[in-house]
Antibody, heavy 123, light 110 residues
Framework: QVQLVQSGSELKNPGASVKVSCKAYGYDFTSTAINWVRQAPGQGLEWMGWINTNTGKTTYAQGFTGRFVFSVGTSVSTAYLQINGLKAEDTAVYYC????????????????WGQGTPVTVSS | QAVVTQEPSLTVSPGGTVTLTCGSSTGAVTSGHYPSWFQQKPGQAPTTLIYDTRNKQSWTPARFSGSLLGAKAALTLSGAQPEDEADYYCLLSYNNARRVFGGGTKLTVL
């Protein structure tokens, strides 16, 4: 069964770092992209960017450059989102979603989605 | 960065028809924006209903359909069911391989 399983909830102090994982099951991990999406409490979805799991090439949305880092561990079929220098406004649920298709030139079907990882930043 | 606009909220009667739209600040939405539509219920991860304007996932109920309507992408729900009450988001792709979600539409079935 094709699925993405994300790591559990995190509680971090401001200024700390967090690394969220997204493990893929049931398909060739390096054949499709991984997208990352943020949802702040009570807010809508924000596309953060994507990573080519074969080449490691990353594309970040405006507002997610600098402190946000996408990476992959191909031997363990896992994508990672690291957030450095955490701020209170990073409190959100972070989702990964497989990008099925040719995400570099437009068509990129999000399927499946991970279950989400809540990250809370508070002292 | 482009801004993608959706109706903040809509209400439909059970069995009724409603159309949600998705516009872009850059101009008309076309098939080249590869519009996608997602449904999200409270406390759950989003699920993909429609991709590439009008293509359905295997689990997408037949009452949902995607299209281009004038200068916007559209999601039409024909024969609304109580379980369709949810938040709906569109996503557009831009020519630098970056994507932007709309603000979401809260659909009430009442």
């Amino acid at each position: 069964q094709v699925q993405l399983v994300q790591s559990g909830s995190e509680l971090k102090n401001p200024g700390a770092s967090v690394k969220v994982s997204c493990k893929a099951y049931g398909y060739d991990f390096t054949s499709t992209a991984i997208n990352w999406v943020r949802q702040a409490p009570g807010q809508g979805l924000e596309w953060m960017g994507w990573i080519n799991t074969n080449t490691g090439k990353t594309t970040y949305a405006q507002g997610f450059t600098g402190r946000f880092v996408f990476s992959v561990g191909t031997s363990v079929s896992t994508a990672y989102l690291q957030i450095n220098g955490l701020k209170a406004e990073d409190t959100a649920v972070y989702y990964c979603a497989r990008g099925f298709g040719s995400c570099s030139d437009g068509t990129c079907r999000f399927d499946p989605w991970g279950q989400g990882t809540p990250v809370t930043v508070s002292s | 960065q482009a801004v993608v606009t959706q109706e903040p909220s809509l209400t439909v009667s059970p069995g009724g028809t409603v159309t949600l739209t998705c516009g872009s600040s850059t101009g008309a939405v076309t098939s080249g924006h590869y519009p996608s539509w997602f449904q999200q219920k409270p406390g759950q991860a989003p699920t993909t209903l429609i991709y590439d304007t009008r293509n359905k996932q295997s689990w997408t109920p037949a009452r949902f359909s995607g299209s281009l309507l004038g200068a916007k992408a559209a999601l039409t729900l024909s024969g609304a069911q109580p379980e369709d009450e949810a938040d709906y988001y569109c996503l557009l792709s831009y020519n630098n391989a970056r994507r932007v979600f709309g603000g979401g539409t809260k659909l009430t079935v009442l």
